[in-house]
């Protein structure tokens, strides 16, 4: 039997990397005369620059130091195929690098991402793939801008602090963003829109640590700034009303006012892993990721998979944390079953814990039900 494993990242406790090769391990178990395809995925989050680096071949990955969202030194990565470069947002301005109790919006900045795009850029890349997704910001881009050149000025000229918060007293950018005219992509499988209630600060604020009267604060500051983004050179008409304009904390607003077009984070890993050919050579895949729910229905990375096995007729099984989304849900984006860590456990301390061991053990109990 062919199977294909291509989970997700379980966000917070297992990487894709590691999450895939554990589920591998139990089946071969279980079933070592199957033949396993080993492909861990990203939607553009958290994992999307590893992942990449393990299906591109010919890439070659450079390390970039940079700043976290709090400003505190991180590490980041440039995964360069080519004259394309694939960058991760997350590794400079993700959740996961922040404490619980260190969460707030208002102060988090995506200023950490410029380094990166400039490496990128100088190490001979004319298009840059950025990856979005996992974020603890909520500043539209402009730490971002202020690293490429471009900081938020106060109607005194002064430059802003850090944040989204301070971005209600904006009034312009001190100077122009400059990355060589490289062509920009944005990574995501986020269609939100940058304002109101469907917005990157409604949605995804509270999970950021944002409190409802952060969020309106949030909400007012990137209505002040998106007027200042609509104003740059490239800036599509209609800005922050784009699919994907709401993307980590708005970032994806700053980069389509920089020219950048929009891209599934699926899709585009879907291509670049050719999880479609393999999809058509296989008699069972198996997806997953930390929760799958209703987020996980509009198009991230299970919703892809699933779909794409469905078209062709490939049973698709999940593997999650925890599952949150009914049968008929799932049934319809074209999960046959699905099963989740927490209830294979019996607890949700032991999930968190144990994730590994968990899909190990998963691995080995369903290859013995599905293996012939």
């Known amino acids: 039997m062919r199977v294909l494993v291509c989970p997700d990242k379980f966000a917070g406790t297992i990487s894709a990397v590691d999450a895939a090769e554990a589920f591998a391990e139990g089946w071969r178990k279980a079933a070592p005369g199957d033949e396993l395809i080993v492909r861990p995925l990203s939607d553009g989050g958290p994992g999307f620059a590893g992942v990449l680096a393990a299906a591109l071949p010919h890439a070659r990955v450079l390390t970039v130091p940079t700043t976290g969202p709090l400003g505190r030194p991180a590490e980041g990565h440039v995964v360069l195929d080519g004259t394309t470069a694939y960058v991760e947002s997350a590794e400079a301005c993700g959740l996961h690098l922040l404490a619980e109790a260190e969460r707030d919006p208002k102060h988090t900045s995506t200023f950490g991402l410029g380094p990166l795009l400039l490496a990128a850029v100088e190490a001979g890349a004319t298009t840059l793939v950025v990856g979005l997704g996992g974020s603890a910001t909520n500043d539209g881009g402009a730490g971002l801008l202020a690293a490429l050149g471009a900081a938020p000025l106060s109607s005194a000229g002064y430059a802003l602090p850090y944040g989204g918060a301070a971005l209600i007293d904006c009034v312009s ?56 983004l609509q104003a740059l050179p490239a800036a599509p008409a209609g800005l922050p009303d784009l699919p994907g304009a709401g993307a980590a904390g708005g970032l994806g607003a700053a980069l389509l006012a920089l020219g950048a077009r929009v891209e599934s984070g699926i899709g585009l890993v879907r291509r670049l892993t050719r999880l479609d050919a393999e999809l058509e050579e296989v008699s069972l895949v198996v997806t997953g990721e930390g929760a799958f729910d209703e987020q996980s229905l509009r198009g991230k990375v299970v919703a892809g998979v699933a779909n794409a096995a469905r078209d062709l007729g490939v049973p698709c099984v999940v593997v999650a944390g925890r599952v949150d989304a009914g049968r008929r849900e799932a049934a319809s984006i074209g999960v046959t079953e699905a099963h989740a860590l927490v209830e294979h456990f019996g607890s949700v301390a032991d999930a968190l814990a144990r994730p590994a061991d968990g899909l190990r053990e998963l691995g080995e109990r369903l290859a013995r039900q599905w293996s012939r």
Do not use: I, N, W
Not at 198 to 222: I, M, N
């Open 173 to 228: 950018l001190g100077g122009v963003p400059r990355l060589r005219g490289a062509d920009l992509v944005a990574a995501t499988d986020v269609d939100s829109p940058l304002l109101g209630l469907h917005g990157a600060s409604a949605v995804y604020g509270p999970q950021k640590g944002a409190t409802r009267e952060d969020v309106f604060l949030l909400d007012a500051a990137l209505t002040r700034f998106a007027d200042v």
